[in-house]
């Protein structure tokens, strides 16, 4: 996936697209295959709508648009679907930037080194992700505890 533009809300009805604020932020990002999989059947359902709406579409290159093509509306959206999605999925209600949070640090308590995480997130140096991140998951020293004992114990056990 490539982040290319920012969303910045209409100008006399029209759509304003802006380059993301950082170089970093303009990235390309690896998905998962259940991520590229879901996408695909996202983009099935669209071609259809976009088949319904017919001439009323309007092509802005959107991954993600209301049934006529156009942005998504941040506040409807949080507001009536993002609650009903969470409440769907069994999911606790969070706000919608936690997805972020939650991805960050589910992805670090995998072991995927920070600065990989930083990149996906688009942050623009590795300390952000730190300064934002570094509570990660409880367990996690006890992870890294558990890690020393494996590196020291395999020296010992080798002399």
Do not use: C
Request: glycine share 6%; hydrophobic share 40%.
């Amino acid at each position: 996936m490539r982040v290319t533009a920012t969303y910045q809300g209409s100008v006399d009805g029209q759509p304003v697209f802006a380059e993301p604020k950082t170089a970093r932020s303009r990235r390309e990002v690896h998905l998962s295959a259940l991520a590229v999989a879901a996408l695909r059947r996202h983009r099935r359902a669209q071609l259809e709508e976009r088949l319904r709406a017919a001439n009323l579409w309007e092509d802005h290159d959107l991954v993600f648009t209301n049934e006529r093509g156009r942005p998504l509306d941040g506040n409807n959206f949080r507001q009536r679907a993002f609650g009903q999605l969470l409440e769907k999925a069994g999911l606790p209600h969070i706000r919608f930037h936690d997805l972020r949070h939650t991805a960050a640090t589910l992805l670090m308590a995998q072991g995927v080194p920070v600065k990989v995480a930083s990149e996906m997130l688009g942050h623009a140096d590795i300390t952000t992700t730190l300064r934002t991140y570094s509570h990660v998951l409880p367990g996690m020293q006890q992870q890294a505890a558990a890690a020393m004992d494996r590196l020291f114990l395999r020296g010992l056990a080798v002399k």
